[in-house]
């Protein structure tokens, strides 16, 4: 006789149905975003189609789905096994060159460029830069400067050198031939963040063809990919087949860049198309345009959620968001107009994104208003603002209306908050993150909207309630009367509305 309970099939599948909870139903991810709040870094796969997730929380788990782990090390390198997958943790070390300004242009500069390759996924050993006129048109950095990177290379275990600056191929080739690790520069490794982040459609064309278009200029042989293919009846001396100059690998890649490079322009011409149609429905029907830009990691999409509720992806890392979002709000007598969030800059941004990217960036021209958001915390706020305004120089976006909003208010100290005033007069503090602030900012975007201007006085019968709405939603109302007649009103609106008004104007008689 046993004590053994009796065994029925019902019951020992309904003990099973927690297990899919407790073992790997969710994916973790995790970030303190730059609204300060705590992401949400377990979502069950079961309830991510459900209401209370916004996309940006969806997307910030995605992307944290997949991530480098630091702790994983075998004998000879980092890798650790993600979802049947070998991601190579970095171990780089940073050089940079320091031809003028102050110490603390130079340490900004260097830390900013940690930043970067924390973000692209890299563990950072060591940073060195050197005090020059000019870099090493060879290496960089000087001679002596290369020998004591090679021993630090190897002092360390790095397995990546990265350059503060943007490389000739030749300055590239030598120093990996000196270094013998990898050398990236600053302009392939924000390439590399872009290549990460990129998500919709457009996006990743327009990253894709900005790394075609730095990586042709840089394209290197190994050992026989150079020599030549056979073909001809040039003598060689090596028989049947080998005779002869033909096409070189180097010049195939090449050609094959080339053509991929046309395709891709072809394909985003085609995405600038629907982009301009879009705006310029939104145009035809005089809605004016605000647009979020700034400096990378400045707040730009947290500033959006607090301004717009529209939920998109924060983060706090450097060029979190690529992809604009533009959402529609109101004023706060109704007037409707559009709010656009953009691809952050940062300084020395690279041409060639810059050029891949001038369909979006282009948003910023087209606008009413930018809002240019600043990082008030950050230890060189001044320098941000001139590096946004370069990119806006280079974009023709120089000439737009600008409302400097100073964020981050909470962490910032109150005497840069002073000092950025004085410089910036037209400018607001805020602080997305707690919110301070945020009612000046929609009473100075309101301020600065472009207003209507041609007066009209009319009497619309009451089944015109179409019209009624249009001019609460694009107009200006002085006087609203509501009258056996209709609805008399008188105030101002744009060239089209009022045409659209003029037979229901009311004539005075003279």
Not at 203 to 212: I, N, R, T
Not at 322 to 341: E, F, N, W
Request: net charge negative; glycine share 8%; proline share 4%.
């Amino acid at each position: 006789m046993t004590h053994a309970h009796d065994f029925t099939l019902d019951a020992e599948l309904d003990a099973t149905t927690t297990w899919d909870d407790q073992d790997g139903d969710f994916e973790s991810g995790y970030a303190d975003d730059t609204d300060g709040t705590e992401a949400k870094t377990a979502i069950p796969k079961a309830d991510r189609s459900r209401p209370g997730y916004s996309t940006g929380d969806l997307d910030l788990v995605e992307r944290h789905e997949l991530r480098r782990v630091a702790s994983l090390r075998t004998e000879l390198e980092d890798i650790s096994e993600v979802e049947y997958r070998q991601l190579r943790l970095e171990r780089v070390v940073l050089v940079g060159v320091w031809t003028g300004g102050r110490v603390e242009d130079a340490e900004n500069s260097m830390a900013e460029l940690a930043l970067l390759a924390e973000t692209a996924g890299s563990e950072v050993l060591e940073a060195i830069y050197q005090r020059r006129q000019n870099p090493d048109p060879a290496t960089y950095i000087g001679r002596g400067k290369v020998e004591g990177l090679a021993e630090i290379v190897l002092a360390t275990g790095a397995d990546t050198v990265v350059c503060d600056g943007d490389l000739a191929p030749s300055q590239l080739r030598n120093l990996e031939d000196k270094l013998k690790v990898k050398v990236v520069d600053r302009t392939a490794l924000i390439l590399d963040i872009f290549s990460q982040h990129a998500k919709s459609r457009e996006g990743k064309a327009q990253v894709e063809l900005a790394q075609l278009s730095y990586m042709k200029q840089r394209l290197r042989g190994w050992g026989g990919n150079l020599s030549r293919q056979a073909g001809g009846r040039v003598a060689a001396g090596a028989g049947i087949g080998s005779r002869g100059p033909g096409e070189t690998k180097i010049e195939t890649d090449r050609r094959r860049i080339n053509t991929k490079i046309a395709k891709l322009r072809r394909e985003l011409a085609d995405m600038r198309g629907t982009r301009d149609t879009k705006r310029s429905q939104r145009s035809d029907r005089q809605v004016p345009a605000v647009v979020i830009a700034g400096y990378t990691n400045a707040g730009k999409s947290s500033l959006l959620n607090r301004l717009t509720d529209a939920g998109v992806l924060v983060e706090d890392a450097l060029f979190a968001t690529l992809d604009p979002t533009t959402r529609k709000t109101t004023t706060t007598d109704g007037r409707v107009y559009t709010m656009s969030d953009t691809v952050g800059f940062v300084r020395h941004l690279p041409h060639q994104l810059v050029e891949a990217f001038r369909s979006t960036l282009e948003e910023v021209a087209d606008a009413d208003l930018v809002l240019h958001v600043v990082d008030g915390s950050h230890p060189d706020p001044e320098g941000q603002l001139t590096a946004v305004r370069e990119v806006f120089a280079e974009i023709d976006a120089d000439k737009v209306p600008e409302l400097v909003v100073i964020n981050k208010a909470d962490l910032a100290d109150p005497m840069v908050l002073a000092r950025l005033l004085q410089r910036e007069p037209h400018a607001v503090v805020v602080s997305a993150h707690t919110g301070e602030g945020i009612d000046a900012v929609r009473a100075a975007v309101e301020a600065e909207l472009p207003h209507p201007t041609e007066p009209f006085e009319v009497l619309l019968p009451y089944e015109r309630g179409d019209l009624l709405n249009k001019i609460h939603q694009n107009g200006e109302i002085d006087e609203l009367e509501h009258t056996a007649d209709g609805t008399l009103l008188r105030g101002r609106a744009h060239g089209g509305l009022a045409g659209e008004l003029a037979e229901y104007a009311v004539t005075t008689a003279g």
